[in-house]
């Protein structure tokens, strides 16, 4: 099984209210998982957000914290409910209402990678369900919490940037008449998840880089930013969804000639993003 459920960076000293976290970029497939799947070692990385954690591992440089799963994706999904249990795959499971991505294949375990390639030959027991949920998805969301609670005990805030890499076709009906295509879509929940003075200042540090940005098209954000996002609470949660071809050989799942320089670029948007602090009570009144 993979060794640990998340890995843990805090700054030296916290002076950030942002918490940066990465549930998908898990890559630990150890060969006990990986014998009773269908895919080979290269096929069960697809739906795998591929190098994003490293991407994003400078925030604790900058004052914030940073969070970054151990088990992939295609092991445990960290971004669903823990009760997105899949009828399909696990013995047990009673069928409830239409849950679409349930229904897809992609529930808390899931049932599929991309473009609906099934990982495993039948059903999983349910107590194998439980397991992961109990190992890695609990102790997960342990951490997120707990780094959440120590921002906003801090600083009277805290804000979550769920980082996320999307394949480069997911966007291709977003840009119409002309528009340039967005190499970056962030998602707040249709204004649900976070306060707009927030989102817009992520927004702004991927504009000033040079970056097309679109909001809630395609991806508004899954379970994490629902459930993290309460603005009321000064809890915020923001999903950022990043092209993959601006870094990565999608076929290959390698680092491709941008990488280390869309790396180096993204640093600036990260501490812009960690630079963003609690506002003015006065500000927040008249939300």
């Known amino acids: 099984m993979p060794k640990v459920a998340y890995h843990l960076f805090r700054p030296e000293v916290m002076t950030s209210c942002v918490v940066f976290a990465s549930p998908h970029s898990g890559r630990d497939y150890p060969w006990s ?44 999904d960290l971004n669903r409910a823990a009760d997105e249990l899949d009828p399909a795959l696990i013995e047990g499971v009673r069928k409830a209402g239409h849950n679409p991505r349930v229904a897809s294949g992609l529930g808390v375990v899931p049932r599929v990678v991309a473009n609906g390639r099934a990982i495993y030959r039948g059903k999983l027991g349910m107590a194998e369900a439980e397991r992961r949920i109990r190992d ?51 998602g707040d929940r249709f204004g649900a998840s976070a306060a707009g003075r927030l989102v817009d200042r992520v927004e702004a540090a991927f504009i000033d880089a040079g970056f097309a940005v679109s909001r809630n098209t395609p991806f508004a954000g899954a379970f994490i930013t629902q459930h993290y996002g309460r603005p009321a609470r000064r809890q915020h949660a923001v999903q950022i969804e990043i092209d993959r071809a601006i870094y990565m050989d999608e076929a290959r799942i390698r680092p491709n000639a941008n990488f280390h320089a869309f790396r180096k670029l993204l640093r600036g948007i990260i501490a812009d993003i960690a630079a963003i602090g609690p506002a003015d009570p006065r500000s927040l009144a008249a939300e």
């Open 33 to 76: 998982f990986l014998r009773h799947t269908l895919l080979d070692e290269h096929s069960i990385r697809s739906s795998e957000d591929a190098y994003v954690d490293r991407l994003f591992d400078c925030a604790p440089q900058f004052g914030a914290t940073f969070l970054k799963a151990g088990a992939p994706r295609a092991f445990v």
């Open 136 to 186: 890695y998805w609990r102790p997960y969301h342990a951490a997120l919490q707990s780094s959440l609670d120590r921002a906003h005990a801090t600083f009277g805030e805290a804000l979550l940037v769920d980082c996320h890499s999307m394949p480069h076709e997911a966007v291709d009906g977003v840009a119409r008449g002309g528009a340039r295509r967005p190499d970056i879509v962030i």
